[in-house]
């Protein structure tokens, strides 16, 4: 991993602001990547997307009153250390405080790259805490990124998450399919595949990332029946364009990755100068809608800060709504009428056979 600036220094000319911001990172937030996201730097242009991504300047030293340390509110949905519970009936298992970069726009950087690594007996109460609490089917490893682990310590959590007969799915958050597309090897690919249904949810920023290297990464993936999904931040000069977007998008559905969520950046201590304005987010997503395939429209949200979840946002196709009919404006603009249907009750009686004895889903026994 490449940490200092003297290192960096091989791959790009670096600016007096980057400089700066390699010099203050210490007491700001980590500085760390991989020899090959370096290899993707355009040498001379400062404003690359890779070099935006991953080398501080000195605006992230500006700290908005409004930012936070904890930005979606974790650490007051967390009833062990190892565990986020924001959700009914999904958690968050941190099971690692590394990454193989340090994105300046991590919205966990109060916990990545410091020196406190969760210990044995705090990932077993995490395990524990999913064990004894029913309501959770569905388990996201996260951290720092759970790939960086070695594969037979990643199996073994698998094997123990896989063991609990509530947990019906797991979902692994990793960015190394970007930065380090080696680390997805044969032996990986058969440790995960053992363990289905998995899915894995990377972040692919711009297209830039999308190399030769990284596309083979995903697929043998997904050619182990491993479904990938990709969530990208929107980010000021990164990817805040039609363009930039657009080709984002198709070039994942290219390499069969999924695009998932698009994410307005996050109120994190040292970002304002890489969020982009809610009104700029949701006219660049209306410019995707409609003019891209369906499938590689990604979902725009905003985890609400203080812990309050994602809130979808984007444009609004219904200019009014009656009993009668709805009026929708397509994504050219054009107004159409649709009738609405002249029966209202959508009761499913067959509910009562099927799910009979079924608890409902808020009534689910466990912890909130």
């Known amino acids: 991993m490449l940490t200092t600036a003297d290192e960096l220094a091989r791959y790009v000319v670096l600016t007096a602001d980057e400089r700066a911001g390699l010099a203050a990172s210490a007491r700001l937030f980590r500085f760390g990547l991989t020899p090959y996201y370096a290899s993707l730097m355009d040498r001379d242009h400062a404003s690359c ?18 930012e936070l340390r904890d930005p979606l509110g974790e650490d007051t949905h967390a009833p062990v250390k190892t565990i986020v519970h924001k959700y009914p009936d999904r958690v968050l298992l941190l099971v690692v405080d590394r990454c193989a970069i340090y994105c300046r726009h991590c919205n966990r950087r109060r916990l990545v790259g410091g020196d406190d690594p969760p210990t044995t007996a705090e990932l077993d109460a995490g395990i524990d805490y999913i064990a004894r609490t029913k309501r959770v089917r569905d388990v996201l490893l996260s951290g720092g990124d759970p790939l960086l682990l070695a594969t037979g310590k990643l199996a073994a959590i698998l094997a123990r998450l896989r063991a609990i007969p509530h947990v019906e799915t797991i979902r692994i958050g990793t960015r190394l399919p970007v930065v380090c597309p080696m680390r997805v090897d044969a032996e990986l690919v058969a440790a995960l595949r053992a363990h289905h249904p998995l899915f894995v949810n990377t972040h692919f920023n711009h297209v830039k990332e999308l190399t030769p290297e990284a596309r083979a990464a995903c697929e043998r993936l997904v050619d182990a029946g491993i479904p990938v999904g990709n969530q990208a931040v929107l980010l000021r000069g990164v990817n805040s364009s039609v363009k930039s977007l657009r080709a984002l998008m198709r070039g994942l559905l290219r390499a069969r990755v999924r695009p998932y969520y698009l994410f307005q950046g996050d109120t994190v201590i040292g970002t304002d100068h890489l969020r982009t304005p809610v009104e700029t987010a949701i006219e660049l997503h209306r410019a995707l809608r409609g003019w891209i395939n369906g499938m590689a429209v990604p979902h725009l949200v905003l ?17 009014s709504l009656d009993d009668s009919e709805a009026i929708v404006r397509t994504y050219r603009g054009t107004r159409v009428t649709y009738p609405q249907p002249r029966a209202r009750d959508c009761a499913v009686p067959y509910d009562d056979v099927w799910f009979a004895g079924e608890p409902d889903d808020d009534d689910r026994e466990g912890g909130a």
């Open 303 to 319: 985890d609400a800060p203080g812990g309050g979840g994602k809130v979808p946002l984007g444009a609004s196709y219904l200019e």
């Open 49 to 66: 997307p890779i070099r935006l991504q991953a080398i501080p300047r000195v605006d992230e030293t500006n700290v908005r009153a409004e």
